[in-house]
């Protein structure tokens, strides 16, 4: 059996722990090169894993990226007035209240039960 011997750092080492430290590197390697490899794939035919015929031509130039921090144009409608607010709330409110199956339904229902 081989021993490594302690190291001037004062890490052991053994087999099985340089096995995977060596499968770690490899893989890492190999998923790297994996990038390298991705157009070359593209020109193979589609029997042998390439991509169908019908597959949309890529771009020439790569596209550049969405502009994340560019703030939107300002708005063209204004903002509602608090009377608007308050009159859309209502609205929607009487709208709610006359729903057959809605929450304030069942609350009047409910309230019907407990009186009786």
């Known amino acids: 059996m081989l021993n490594f011997a302690i190291q001037p750092s004062g890490i052991v080492l053994r087999r099985s722990e340089l096995r995977s430290l060596a499968?770690?590197?490899?893989?890492?390697?190999?998923?790297?090169?994996?990038?390298?490899?991705?157009p070359a794939l593209s020109s193979l035919p589609k029997e042998m894993g390439g991509l169908p015929e019908n597959t949309p031509a890529?771009?020439?130039s790569q596209l550049?990226?969405?502009?994340?921090?560019?703030?939107?144009?300002?708005?063209?409608a204004a903002v509602?007035?608090?009377?608007?607010?308050k009159a859309t709330e209502a609205e929607l409110t009487a709208v709610r209240d006359g729903q057959p199956n809605g929450p304030s339904a069942k609350a009047k229902k409910d309230r019907k039960k407990q009186e009786n």
């Open 64 to 76: 550049a990226y969405p502009a994340v921090h560019d703030m939107p144009p300002p708005r063209e």
């Open 23 to 38: 499968a770690v590197v490899l893989i890492a390697l190999s998923l790297g090169a994996c990038s390298s490899v991705a």
């Open 80 to 85: 509602m007035t608090p009377e608007q607010v």
């Open 58 to 60: 890529r771009p020439a």
